[in-house]
């Protein structure tokens, strides 16, 4: 994957201003110095994030744990002097999260990410970095070769010319494409000039600040004043890091603005004003998501028939989670990760959690949005030439934490019965065991506090000598949704089982 993207980037900005070193650390001189010096003539860095970016290895653990490790050192001093990096995520890798980095590493994770595919995406995608890096770092013409009256710039000089060091090591952790702009010798400095790219960030993934020079005009533009609860929010405008919250900035135009607040483990909020004469002044109130949230599936061209039921549950890092889709063969778990384009998630499913057997789950991308008070969330996605989407409203905190599966045996009976409750919570299917085979029946219920009072309905197999007349009971939680006490009113009997979480 390096190898393409130095390919693809020397495609686009020359060969001769692109190039991959593989011995750029020179043997007998003191690596950290070397690499302090790279960097610093740097104005981008791009780092290659993959699936083993940990460097785990068995004996000797993880590299990046390593002070000397050459990648650590790069990513370290590169976030020390605050140059601009684009993390490139390989293959829908996910963003690590701070607690995995070591200290001095965690400022990673707040810098805007790119994905990059190895598949038929990759080119959708390098444009998109190019553009990127174009946004930091923009190209210049080529400068007119200074006559007797020009005086002549020293090496190194800021010019819009600009090359790329691609560092690549056997064993890969984080492959940065450091940017610079120089000037030969003989040719004019000219200065760096930056501009926006309209890409949004992810919750905890801050693009690079490109916060532009003030200028006469700007200084007597009115003042834009944003706070937000809690503070400590980055505000953003366009894609572009413009401060942390509370905030006032002078340089926005009047008329018309439009900025997205993020702070982590909140849903992003985007907040529309029109900047007057006077300036502008608000509060944001930013909202955490439900622990979970739940609807029910529906096809866009066919909305009479209902679906599966749904369940998102939304990690602490609120761009990872879980999709659960119940089906009459049992639930589809699966883990989620996605990038934020201003308030709104866009996911890829990656690992299956668990799957019914027979059944296979083909991986998809989705949507999610939400409501600026968390209360409504709107799934959608589009697969096999159809539309899926799904209004999902939070779980409340009971259900929300409730396991999806028990089981236990039935006291009077000594009878093996398991019970599975949909996403929602509200409905599911009973199995009840029996020498003559496994009877399958569905039930629905409605909730009374920590109790589900329930009545059991279609039947969904069965042994062919059984009799099932339909039967109601009580499902009531406890151990934090681990525990649920099953009691049943059947023919003056009064069957009672506690039913455990695997």
Excluded at 55 to 70: H, S, T
Excluded at 217 to 246: F, H, K, N, Q
Excluded at 347 to 363: D, F, K, Y
Excluded at 479 to 497: F, K, M, P, W
Aim: include cysteine; hydrophobic fraction near 35%.
């Amino acid at each position: 994957m390096a190898g393409r993207l130095y390919d693809r980037l020397q495609a686009e900005f020359g060969k001769q201003n692109v190039f991959m070193d593989f011995d750029s650390i020179r043997p007998g001189l003191d690596f950290r110095t070397q690499i302090r010096e790279t960097i610093d003539q740097a104005d981008l860095v791009v780092a290659l994030i993959g699936p083993q970016w940990l460097g785990e290895e068995a004996k000797a653990g993880r590299r990046i744990d390593d002070p000397a490790d050459f990648v650590r050192l790069e990513i370290s001093h590169a976030l020390k002097r605050d140059i601009p990096i684009i993390p490139v995520l390989i293959n829908n890798t996910s963003m690590p999260s701070p607690d995995t980095l070591p200290e001095e590493l965690r400022g990673l994770v707040y810098r805007h990410a790119l994905p990059l595919d190895s598949g038929l995406d990759f080119h959708q995608h390098a444009d998109r970095l190019i553009a990127g890096i174009r946004g930091v770092v923009k190209t210049a013409p080529e400068p007119e070769k200074p006559g007797k009256d020009v005086p002549k710039a020293k090496p190194r000089s800021r010019s819009g010319l600009f090359a790329a060091l691609l560092f690549l090591f056997a064993l890969v952790l984080i492959i940065p494409i450091v940017i610079w702009k120089f000037s030969r010798p003989g040719e004019p400095q000219t200065e760096s000039v930056t501009e926006t790219v309209p890409v949004q960030p992810a919750p905890g993934i801050v693009p690079t600040s490109a916060t532009p020079v003030p200028t006469a005009e700007s200084s007597r533009a009115p003042t834009v004043e944003v706070a937000s609860d809690p503070t400590g929010a980055r505000v953003l405008r366009d894609g572009m890091l413009l401060g942390t919250t509370p905030m006032q900035r002078d340089d926005f135009p009047k008329g018309d603005a439009h900025i997205v607040l993020i702070a982590d483990g909140f849903l992003p909020r985007a907040l529309g004003f029109r900047v007057e004469s006077d300036g502008y002044k608000g509060t944001v109130k930013l909202t955490r998501p439900a622990p979970a949230y739940s609807g029910t599936v529906r096809v866009r061209e066919t909305p009479d028939r209902p679906g599966p039921a749904m369940a998102i549950t939304l990690n602490p890092d609120v761009n990872s989670g879980t999709l659960t889709e119940s089906t009459k063969h049992g639930d589809f778990v699966v883990k989620f990760s996605g990038v934020w384009e201003g308030t709104e998630l866009h996911a890829v499913t990656g690992e299956i959690v668990t799957q019914p057997n027979g059944v296979q789950w083909s991986p998809e991308s989705f949507r999610l949005r939400f409501s600026d008070d968390g209360q409504r969330a709107s799934y959608l996605c589009a697969s096999g030439g159809k539309t899926y989407e799904a209004d999902l409203v939070p779980l409340p905190p009971l259900q929300a934490q409730m396991r999806s599966t028990f089981s236990g045996t039935v006291n009077r009976t000594n009878t093996p019965i398991k019970v599975y409750l949909a996403p929602d919570r509200e409905s599911g299917i009973l199995t009840e065991t029996s020498k003559s085979g496994d009877t399958v029946v569905t039930f629905t219920g409605i909730w009374n506090g920590d109790t589900l009072h329930a009545v059991t309905g279609a039947v969904i197999s069965k042994p062919e000598r059984v009799q099932w007349q339909p039967e109601s009971f009580t499902l009531r939680v406890g151990d934090e949704g681990r525990h649920i006490s099953y009691v049943c009113d059947n023919a003056g009997q009064t069957l009672t089982a506690e039913l455990i979480a695997p």
